[in-house]
Structure formats: structure tokens, C-alpha cells
């Protein structure tokens, strides 16, 4: 079993920043990754980043949000600059662990990200 940790949201004003953490217990991780979910809408992809450090992000983000991993404490953060008001979701953090040539998703509980214009 793995569990999640998220931290880091909170209320920003547009162009500001925000950084995200999660901390993962267990073993075996391999990609990590942050989704958002803004109300009304279904949740999507933001960035992932495997435990090589290979790196993926949806269109929307690209130049603005990095991620990065500690894969020692099995940490993924999200460092998010010149926020905008769409930016404005609850971030889930997820991690994918692969046991005996399966591959498992969980899930944090998220994190509310607001930006103000």
C-alpha cells in the first residue's frame, strides 16, 4: 500500500507562485505525477516524471510549472510560476507503483490551488 502526502496549496495572486510537495510511503514507485481537477470539469494531466527523471506536461503548463523528484525520499514537487486564474484546481498528486508486472495507481487526497486575478 502507498499513501500520498500532499502540501503546498493555497491563494496566490495572478503571476505568483506556489510550490507543491508529495511524499510517498512504500516502495517500488516508479512514474510520479501531478493531475488538477477545477470544478465542472475532469481531472487532467499537468506533469509526470519518471524515476529516470524523464519529464511530460500537458500544453497548458509548459514554461511555467517544473517537476521535479527526490527519489531517496520518494518526494515529487511541483514548482508552479506566473500562475493564472485557470491554474485554479484541486492538484493530485499520483504515483504509480509496479508490482510482479503490474502496474498500481493511487492518489493523494489533493490540494486546492486558488489564483485570484
Known amino acids: 500500500q502507498v499513501q500520498l502526502v500532499e502540501s503546498g496549496g493555497g491563494l496566490v495572486q495572478a503571476g505568483g507562485s506556489l510550490r507543491l510537495s508529495c511524499a510517498a510511503s512504500?516502495?517500488?514507485?516508479?512514474?510520479m505525477g501531478w493531475y488538477r481537477q477545477a470544478p465542472g470539469k475532469q481531472r487532467e494531466l499537468v506533469a509526470t516524471i519518471t524515476s529516470g527523471g524523464s519529464t511530460n506536461y500537458a500544453d497548458s503548463v509548459k514554461g511555467r510549472f517544473t517537476i521535479s523528484r527526490d527519489n531517496a525520499k520518494n518526494t515529487v514537487y511541483l514548482q508552479m510560476n506566473s500562475l493564472k486564474p485557470e491554474d485554479t484546481a484541486v492538484y493530485y498528486c499520483n504515483a504509480v507503483v509496479e508490482r510482479f508486472g503490474n502496474f498500481f495507481n493511487y492518489w493523494g487526497p489533493g490540494t486546492q490551488v486558488t489564483v485570484s486575478s
Open positions: 512504500g516502495s517500488s514507485i516508479n512514474a
